[in-house]
């Protein structure tokens, strides 16, 4: 995959300036589908080794903790056919429609 724009961050303080993985800000379309409630469509904005933050395109009532899967537009299979990735994750913060996902 490509990232068109690397603006790595890994802060030193505490809270969200505190970062176990660098971050690169990553913008891609997708699909978030969480069980028992359907899809909600989304834009990337970062990502990193732990998982990626996105945003959904209005506010999200998905628990903390929900396993999802995560479908991004752009991202095909290492396969030799062009089906979309599809990437299990785990709900680690929600604020309105900012989300931030964990790789399971």
Do not use: W
Not at 58 to 83: F, K, W
């Amino acid at each position: 995959m490509s990232i068109p724009s690397l603006e790595a961050e890994k802060g030193t303080g505490k809270g969200a300036d505190s970062r176990r993985f660098r971050r690169a800000s990553v913008m891609l379309k997708g699909a978030l589908r969480i069980p028992g409630m359907g899809v909600e469509m989304i834009n990337t904005k970062n990502i990193s080794e732990g998982g990626i933050g996105l945003n959904t395109i209005g506010n999200c009532e998905v628990a903390i903790g929900s396993d999802v899967q995560l479908h991004l537009n752009g991202v095909v299979s290492s396969e030799d056919n062009t089906r979309l990735e599809t990437y299990s994750m785990k709900v680690v913060y929600l604020d309105g429609s900012n989300l931030g996902l964990a790789f399971t």
